[in-house]
């Protein structure tokens, strides 16, 4: 099983940055994809990006495209997302995933989760 902590969320003002981060436990955390998920006060979970095990790989819904970054450093188990340009309507609980491959973690069908971190961006 793969353990997962993000960390790094907080209260930051439009146009501003924030980094998280996810560590995670296990001998076998190179063999996942990553990605992280959002929640905003009564909206449904949302993909926000992904990166393949290899880290060759990378995806990002269109309204973070040019903002956001994801990478991973397989040698110190982490995933982290650089947010960069930061709006209001990015606010909302951001949640860190893993899973065997980049189509199981974007359908969420079997996919570790950790326990979020609170992003605001105020206007």
């Known amino acids: 099983q793969v353990q997962l902590v993000e960390s790094g969320g907080g209260l930051v003002q439009a146009g501003g940055s924030l980094r998280l981060s996810c560590a995670a436990s296990?001998?076998?955390?190179?063999?996942?994809?990553m990605g992280w998920f959002r929640q905003a006060p009564g909206k449904e979970r949302e993909f926000v990006a992904a990166?393949?095990?290899?880290?060759?790989?990378?995806h990002y819904i269109d309204s973070v495209k040019g903002r956001f970054t994801i990478s991973r450093d397989n040698a110190k188990n982490t995933v982290d997302l650089q947010m960069n340009s930061l709006k209001p309507e990015d606010t909302a609980v951001y949640y860190c995933?893993?899973?065997?491959?980049?189509?199981?973690?974007?359908?969420?069908?079997?996919?570790?989760w950790g326990q979020g971190t609170q992003v605001t961006v105020s206007s």
């Open positions: 995933a893993a899973a065997r491959s980049l189509l199981e973690l974007r359908s969420q069908s079997s996919n570790y």
């Open positions: 296990g001998r076998t955390f190179s063999s996942y994809a």
């Open positions: 990166i393949s095990w290899s880290g060759a790989g990378t």
